[in-house]
């Protein structure tokens, strides 16, 4: 019993950081919504996450599948899991750099364009992209992890909660301090880069690209502290 204890926490854990990609995307992209609309692509993006995971855990025997090589290029074996990595990061590498450029420029014109605000229909549709990117990635982490379906169904769902829960704090943060909504573009930038190099078999350590977040993030909240005392 011990054992099951352990490796539900151990998935539900693991989830969770995994999912915390997910929230900064949809809080940035929730941003550009009015405020009313906000919390309805929160909840719509993350619900869909949750249903897609237990639809892929449903279908295991495919998911399982994607890993297998269904070709070779320059010595590098692609299986059907690595493509969907290679256009998810690159997707996500597209959306992070222009959201960056799109601010740097506004903030250096003199006279501010109005920001165009984008249909809930349209960012709904890039959530779900990106969604089904990292359900993926998701449960094929959870089947290394784990044998039994039903502790893999449980994490799925108390992580969706967690997340849920977590969501509207991290979006009301990342809206009020404009400087950590680049540094959280920054980070799916990283997030977007690891997927690639996953795609293409090189392998970076998620805890590398966690710990220097952490501490770029330690560091914008010193900043910050430092210049309200002034």
């Excluded at 099951?4 to 998935?11: R, T, Y």
């Excluded at 900064?24 to 996450?49: C, H, M, T, V, Y």
């Excluded at 014109?109 to 959530?127: C, D, H, I, N, W």
Aim: proline share 3%; aromatic share 10%; net charge positive.
């Amino acid at each position: 019993m011990s054992e099951v204890i352990i490796a539900l926490v151990s998935l539900i854990a693991l989830e969770v950081i995994l999912g915390i990609d997910n929230i900064i995307f949809i809080s940035i992209l929730a941003d550009k919504l009015p405020e009313n609309q906000r919390n309805k692509l929160r909840f719509w993006g993350i619900g869909l996450a949750m249903i897609m995971r237990l639809v892929l855990l449903a279908l295991l025997s495919w998911i399982l599948k994607l890993d297998q090589t269904l070709f070779t290029l320059f010595d590098i074996g692609f299986s059907g899991k690595s493509l969907i990595l290679i256009i998810g990061g690159l997707f996500l590498l597209y959306k992070s750099t222009k959201e960056i450029y799109h601010k740097s420029e506004i903030a250096a014109e003199e006279t501010p364009r109005m920001p165009v605000k984008a249909s809930f229909g349209q960012l709904l549709g890039e959530v779900i992209l990106l969604d089904l990117v990292f359900s993926i990635d998701s449960i094929i982490t959870a089947v290394g992890m784990v044998n039994e379906l039903w502790i893999m169904y449980t994490a799925v769902v108390v992580t969706v909660l967690i997340m849920l829960v977590a969501s509207k704090p991290i979006s009301n943060f990342i809206h009020k301090h404009p400087s950590f909504k680049i540094l959280a573009l920054c980070f799916l930038m990283m997030i977007g880069v690891s997927l690639i190099a996953e795609g293409l078999q090189f392998k970076i350590p998620k805890g590398y690209i966690y710990f220097s977040m952490a501490f770029a993030f330690l560091v914008d909240v010193i900043q910050m502290k430092t210049v309200k005392q002034k």
